[in-house]
Nanobody, 117 residues
Framework: QVLLQESGPGVVKPSQTLSLTCAVS??????????WTWISQPPGKGLEWIGSRRYSGSTFYSPSLQSRTSISRDTSKKQFTLQLILLTPEDTGVYYCARYGSGLDTWGQGTLVTVSS
């Protein structure tokens, strides 16, 4: 069974960079056909796809966030990391990492990030 666990700071100041890591257990992040994904949910709003990194290493980002986002990975540690720069209070929300196979079939529990001075 694949499990995902997010980790990172709970509070970040405006204009700073957010770095969140997703640790994967029970599987490999290089297994064919899977993409490893970051999703956010601002308070009172729906889920927003941020971006994904495929098993092959290629990346795809939301057009609205592309200029501020990067997703990297450490295959030896089975981790993938989201970096989001130039934070604003509108980036506040719960951030999830998830695995995409035929759908988003595995999710982490989510971590709350608050952007505040």
């Amino acid at each position: 069974q694949v499990l995902l666990q997010e980790s990172g700071p709970g509070v970040v100041k405006p204009s700073q960079t957010l770095s969140l890591t997703c640790a994967v257990s029970g599987g490999s992040i290089t297994t064919a056909s899977y993409s490893w994904t970051w999703i956010s949910q601002p308070p009172g709003k729906g889920l927003e796809w941020i971006g994904s990194r495929r098993y092959s290493g290629s990346t795809f980002y939301s057009p609205s966030l592309q200029s501020r986002t990067s997703i990297s990975r450490d295959t030896s540690k089975k981790q993938f990391t989201l970096q989001l720069i130039l934070l604003t209070p509108e980036d506040t929300g719960v951030y999830y990492c998830a695995r995409y196979g035929s759908g988003l079939d595995t999710w982490g529990q989510g971590t709350l990030v608050t952007v505040s001075s």
